[in-house]
């Protein structure tokens, strides 16, 4: 069943990415991230409510509320550098770098929680393999530096933020309902995203948003909900080091909508990557 779950959260995180980027394309990318997380929330909310498990908010204990805000603080940061890297670089390009963050939170679950170093020879050499394409995926254009660099920088800020994000949630969602601690995690982020967008003064931008953005917006907001609802029934139910590879395989769907919607154009060496990476991801999941 949590297998499930993470095969259907990669779906819906590969399709955000996309509809995230035509999101951000005129639009400032800190309001970008606060409308979304916004939309995240309400839709969050509404599973709560429909589900009934706000009924066990009183039972959280203190350990779990300190792992709940730290998680949602790691996805806040993760979130605000992911938008922004998308605003500046190619969405499969950041995609790519985003989602090796699965092999720090492999090397951190293996450390971390003794059932997760099951096999873990295996798991290594699947992360040496994802390691290789994602640098192939990112075929860096040394000539333009500058550029390359802040899409880069922001891209693998965003990829160690959320490989913190899974671990703390792992930890903190443990005698939590899953679709609660969405939630939760979610009104922090959304604090943090708003507390932004005033603290530089952005919300000028706000109003330049297009009805058009705005409704990708919506839809990313949505797909994200949807992507995290399955996510961490996957993290609380199934095993990290393999839940977070099988997520990270949204960067297929990412992949493929990128080429018929942007007509972003791919090399031989990221083809390369892409197979390696999926080839890692899929070992893992497998045998690890």
């Known amino acids: 069943m949590w297998i499930g ?16 980027k035509c999101g951000v394309k005129n639009t400032n990318s800190d309001v970008a991230t606060a409308i ?3 939309i995240v929330l309400v839709f969050s ?13 009183g039972t959280i204990d203190s350990t779990s509320w300190i792992f709940l805000i730290l998680s949602g603080l790691a996805t ?15 969405v499969s390009k950041v995609s790519a770098v985003d989602k090796s963050s699965v092999i720090l939170s492999v090397l951190f679950a293996i450390v971390i929680f003794p059932e997760e170093r099951v096999n873990w020879v295996i798991k290594i050499i699947c992360l040496i393999l994802i390691a290789i394409g994602t640098f192939l995926m990112t075929n860096i254009n040394f000539s333009n530096k500058q550029k390359n660099m802040k899409w880069l920088i922001f891209s693998l800020l965003s990829a160690f933020f959320a490989s913190i994000t899974s671990l703390l949630a792992k930890i903190g969602i443990n005698n939590v309902d899953s679709n609660l601690a969405t939630a939760i995690r979610t009104m922090i982020v959304l604090v943090i995203a708003w507390l932004i967008v005033f603290a530089r003064k952005e919300t000028k931008f ?5 009805k058009k953005e705005f409704l990708f917006l919506v839809f990313s907001g949505l797909a994200t909900g949807i992507s995290w609802l399955c996510y961490y029934y996957a ?11 099988i997520d990270k395989l949204s960067i297929l769907v ?9 007509k972003e154009k791919f090399s031989l060496k990221s083809y390369l990557g892409v197979i390696l990476i999926t080839i890692g991801t899929l070992l893992m999941a497998i045998l690890g």
Do not use: E, H
């Open 45 to 57: 909310l509404i599973m709560v409510l429909i589900g009934g498990s706000y009924k066990g908010i």
């Open 5 to 20: 779950a993470a095969i259907l959260s990669a779906f819906f995180a590969g399709i955000t990415a996309i509809l995230s």
């Open 76 to 90: 806040g940061a993760s979130w605000i550098c992911y938008y922004k890297a998308l605003s500046l670089g190619d």
């Open 254 to 262: 990412t992949i493929l909508f990128s080429l018929i919607v942007f």
């Open 206 to 210: 706000i109003k330049n948003v297009t």
């Open 235 to 245: 993290i609380k139910n199934g095993q990290v080091s393999i839940v977070v590879p």
């Open 36 to 38: 979304r997380t916004t």
